[in-house]
């Protein structure tokens, strides 16, 4: 496999992909949790409801780290580490964006107004180290 080059690598992150977050509960054991995520300005941005586990574990623990695999030929992936933090203040404008990005517009500020109706919370990843790759 071979490093994405940057336009592979921006056209790669504007797909659909589920992303796997892992964050480490407060025994130490790592919680992988399917998310969708969105990338802008070199941070990766996900959503959430306040009070899940993985909320809970990046607020004690922000190290995190994220995986986004394709499934089919040719295989390719985006594998980081980084530091999580909740964004403040919460702008909706998140939430809606990574709906219609997933859902597309109609169904996507569907979702997105249900989700608002609840305690969401906008974290971003702030990356510390990446790979790459492509190929196969």
Known sequence: MTRMNESQFQ?????????????IDQKGYPLITPIWYLYKNKEFYIMSM??????RNLISNPNV?????????PYKYI???????????FD??????????YEGLDEGM???EDCLKSDMVIVKIT???????SGI
Not at 65 to 73: K, P, Y
Not at 127 to 133: L, Y
């Open 11 to 23: 056209m790669y992150l504007q797909e659909t992909h589920i992303a796997h977050l892992v964050t």
């Open 50 to 55: 306040m009070d899940s586990h993985k909320i």
């Open 65 to 73: 780290a994220l995986s986004i695999a394709n499934e089919e030929r």
């Open 79 to 89: 594998a980081l580490q980084g530091d999580a933090e909740l964004v403040e203040p």
């Open 92 to 101: 909706p404008e998140w939430v809606k964006a990574m709906c219609i990005h």
């Open 110 to 112: 569907k979702f997105a």
């Open 127 to 133: 990356v510390r180290s990446m790979v790459q790759r």
